[in-house]
């Protein structure tokens, strides 16, 4: 389980905590979604989840166990608001293969069939493929080195209508295999997916929406 206890943040430049004594349990394998409207601090919650943001207060645990910032990054997997503007290989598989040493072709053909995108020509560039088929290499790309917690900032956002339900169908692949943390000011675009789900409201998780499991 990933505890946050008691987290506040507020940046050194800021007026006031974009994120005041926040408190969440996330289970392994479940798929927690918070939502917010804009400003409301997801992303900075995401940023504080995977180390990239130091809280002034609070505590995070995982397995029973205090990790340092450094420690989130490799525990996290995120896939920031409009990934595909951060692809920087020429093709689709120099982008999977950014930060690896040595990556065996078996472990790219797992992940590429665990984002349902099995048959790619790997040597075309990224800007090629649909807008939901980048996202799912974004996804892909994090999960090569094998995250427990993959947080997803946003990850409809910009997307037309069916594109939109690729990446919910992508969730819905990724479901009971790793512990998600989704965060979005649209939260209809994920019903179906089986959930806890948060308001986040003025940095703090507000209150419990609603527990979506399929029967
Ligand atoms: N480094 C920073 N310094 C000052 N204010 C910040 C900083 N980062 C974010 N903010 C402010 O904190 C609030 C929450 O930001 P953010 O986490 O990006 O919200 P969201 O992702 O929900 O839109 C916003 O009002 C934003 O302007
Ligand atoms: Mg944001």
Redesign the pocket.
Known sequence: MLDLKEISYQ????EKK?INNLNLKVRENEIILIC??????????L?IISGLTNPQKGKITWKNKILSPRQRRWLCGVVFQFPERYFIGTTIGKELKIGHKSLREKNIEIVLNKVGLKKLNLTQPPEQLSGGQQRRLAVAVQLLRNPSILLL??PTAGLDWSMRNDVKNLILDLKNKSTIII?T?EPALFDGIPSRQFI?EK?EIKNFVKEIYEG
Do not use: F, R
């Not at 940046?11 to 800021?14: D, F, H, M, R």
């Open positions: 940046p050194q430049t800021g974009i917010g409207n804009s400003g409301s601090g997801k992303t900075t919650l940023e900032d946003e965060v000011h986040l940095g």
